[in-house]
């Protein structure tokens, strides 16, 4: 059978926690009923999202710079580093040893934290530092280094339309994400189109749909259950038409192991590439960063089946150790666009080596 023959019966159930698909769509029936649409915007509780209400995606809410965001992320890291330093210490290889376990903790990979912890024995030795707080400048330097290949400048309106597929497990924060980076373009005065590509998913459709009306933002989509491919396609001709700037395709949350829901993405990947070869222009895979090293195992296998192009880390605001955008850079060098740190239109922020560097690991107080 040819895949434009599949009907959405045929897919296998999206799980993930262990959620079975009947228990996803009695949430989503749920959901559904709340109060206006407040239940489309997330799985949280019916108290958790009303009381989100007033800031959820609100232009005016108090946006969290980088380093606010990254609050509970560096107090963990910080803590476990300032562990290392207490009391009299050597600069010995006892120490080394229990910075480098730190840096492991923290979801930076053991690779990473080796050659990390390898370049810093090197830099105490040839500056001759003898310090605490030289010792941890020179980690900073040597992560944000290490971060830097992730930095690089967004091509974004070189090619109309600039064609981005968002991809990524369940719940990660692709829609949400999608809402955040269109608000931000159209504040640039660039038009962007959205496609509900995610038919998958009961509300998914709507979730969007919703995003765009508040946002005034065009969404093209077709009704739950229908072709992913036949959307993304409508869309883009739809983008042509209206000269958009950025057409961006949001895509159902699956695991690797889904194979046929990987092909739904190949075929979206095929159709869009059949209209025009460069096209997608990227595609974007969502991580959450408390997922720690999961995210990695994540990342090797979408880009082995879609060929992921770019990241966005989401959630760092939360549990997330951090540690987990040294390790993707490390072993993928591929450009992290933005790092999530809260639910309002502008917690997204471009990703910035230093920065994040910065804000992950400041001077040890004294
Ligand atoms: N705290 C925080 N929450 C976030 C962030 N990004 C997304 N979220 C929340 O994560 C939840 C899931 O977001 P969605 O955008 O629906 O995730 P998704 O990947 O589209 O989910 P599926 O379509 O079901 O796969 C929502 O409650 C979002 O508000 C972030 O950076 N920080
Ligand atoms: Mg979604």
Not at 60 to 70: F, K, R
Not at 230 to 241: F, K
Not at 289 to 307: E, I, M
Request: proline share 3%; net charge negative; hydrophobic share 40%.
């Amino acid at each position: 059978m040819s895949d434009d023959k599949k009907t959405p019966t045929q897919e296998p159930t999206l799980q993930s926690n262990n959620e079975s698909q009947n228990d996803i769509d009695s949430v989503a029936k749920k959901e559904k009923k709340r109060s206006g649409l407040a239940g489309f915007f997330s799985r949280k509780k019916v108290a958790e999202v009303n009381s989100n209400q007033d800031t959820l995606g609100a232009p005016e809410a108090e946006p969290a710079t980088v380093e606010q965001g990254l609050d509970r992320t560096r107090s963990g890291l910080m803590d476990k580093i300032g562990g290392v330093f207490k009391g009299s210490f050597d600069l010995d290889d006892d120490l080394f040893d229990s910075l480098e376990e730190a840096l492991i903790t923290s979801d930076i990979s053991v690779e990473a934290s080796l050659g990390l912890v390898d370049s810093l024995k090197h830099r105490v030795k040839s500056e001759r530092i003898q310090d605490a707080h030289g010792v941890v400048s020179a980690l900073r330097e040597e992560i944000t280094t290490m971060l830097e290949p992730a930095e690089q400048d967004w091509a974004v309106f070189n090619q109309r339309p600039y064609v981005l597929m968002m991809v990524g497990v369940n719940g990660v924060g692709k829609t949400t994400t999608i809402a955040k980076i269109a608000k931000q373009f159209q504040d640039q005065g660039r038009s962007v189109m959205l496609a509900a590509a995610d038919t998958f998913r009961a509300a998914a459709v709507e979730q969007l749909q919703e995003w765009g009306k508040r946002m005034d933002i065009p969404v093209v989509a077709q009704k739950h259950g229908a072709d992913a491919a036949a959307v993304a396609h409508d869309a883009l001709n739809s983008a042509i038409v209206k000269g958009s700037h950025v057409l961006m395709i949001d895509t159902a949350g699956r695991l690797h192991t889904q194979s046929d829901l990987m092909e739904q993405l190949q075929k979206i990947n095929r159709v869009l590439g059949n209209l025009d070869p460069s096209m997608p222009h990227e595609v974007m895979q969502i991580l959450d960063a408390s997922t720690g090293q999961n995210a990695l195992t994540q990342l090797q296998h979408f880009q082995k089946a879609v060929g992921v192009n770019s990241v966005c880390l989401t959630k760092l605001d939360g549990s997330a150790k951090g540690g987990v955008a040294v390790s993707v850079t490390e072993k993928f060098k591929l450009p992290i666009r933005y790092i999530g740190v809260g639910e309002g239109y502008y917690d997204l922020k471009p990703f910035l080596a230093k920065e994040f560097a910065n804000a992950l690991i400041p001077d040890l107080i004294e």
